[in-house]
């Protein structure tokens, strides 16, 4: 994978009520359309990261998933 600044890490949620719903080769997909820009005020600006900040929260996940679970 590859990512480039800006990054949105959207909860999956928000996602499901939010992104446009499709079906296209058989299959359901979806999709959301948001500035780029800094200063945007859109509904999806609040989940906008910079990359830096995405990759350490993309670090993290991969340790919780890396780590058995308790008991």
């Not at 299959?27 to 945007?40: G, T, V």
């Not at 859109?42 to 919780?64: F, V």
Request: proline content about 8%.
């Amino acid at each position: 994978m590859r990512y480039t600044d800006p990054v949105f890490l959207v909860p999956s949620e928000f996602f499901h009520e939010h992104a446009l719903h499709g079906i296209g080769r058989g299959m359901i997909q979806m999709q959301f359309k948001a500035s780029m820009e800094p200063s945007a005020r859109d509904l999806w600006s609040r989940w906008l990261l910079q990359w830096s900040r995405g990759r350490q929260i993309l670090q993290l996940l991969g340790e919780l998933a890396a780590t058995p679970p308790p008991g």
